[in-house]
């Protein structure tokens, strides 16, 4: 085991530290308070641990942390802004696309990865696009609307 230093951003916040080249990012994440991301699987099948690497969608508990040095990681943490909810986060809210929630911070943060890169996604495309996150309560239906309505809001401005 050795110990290195990165330097990476965490919820737009540039970020020192020295770590161990073991550590999982999940632990690393967990360790300091950001809890929104969840171990369950432990392998990559469930979602409920993920961030966004870049805005692109990851499983911390497969990742290393020494392996997000120079680049930009999000957590559910770091998707409200100045106390205001996101769009999707409201549309979570407004659809009722949570029971449990222990799926719900994965499922924001792969939505989001989504209409960042697709504004206006089809049924089809969020059900492949989110394959990856799996819903114990299985809420489907309302998440897939939940996405579907944020998109359409973003597309008339009103989001
Ligand atoms: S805990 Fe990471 S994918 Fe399931
Ligand atoms: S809301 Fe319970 S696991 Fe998805």
């Not at 449990?100 to 504004?119: D, H, Q, R």
């Not at 969020?126 to 944020?150: D, F, K």
Request: glycine fraction near 8%; hydrophobic fraction near 40%; aromatic fraction near 6%.
């Amino acid at each position: 085991m050795s110990a290195r230093k990165i330097s990476f951003v965490l919820n737009r916040r540039p970020q020192e530290t020295e770590i161990d080249d073991s550590v999982l990012l999940l632990d690393f994440l967990r360790d300091r308070g950001l809890t929104g991301a969840k171990p369950s699987c432990e392998m990559e099948v469930c979602g409920s641990c993920t961030i966004l690497i870049d805005g692109l969608p990851f499983s911390a508990c497969t990742t290393l942390a020494v392996e997000v040095e120079g680049r930009t990681v999000e957590t559910i943490e770091g998707v409200a802004r100045n106390g205001e909810l996101h769009p999707i986060q409201e549309a979570f809210v407004e659809r009722f696309a949570m029971q449990c929630g222990f799926c719900t911070p994965g499922m924001v943060l792969t939505a989001k990865a989504l209409l960042e890169s697709n504004p206006d996604p089809s049924r089809d495309d969020i059900l492949h696009w989110m394959e990856g996150n799996i819903c114990r309560c299985t809420g489907y239906e309302s998440i897939v609307e939940a996405i579907l309505s944020a998109a359409a809001k973003a597309g008339t401005g009103d989001g």
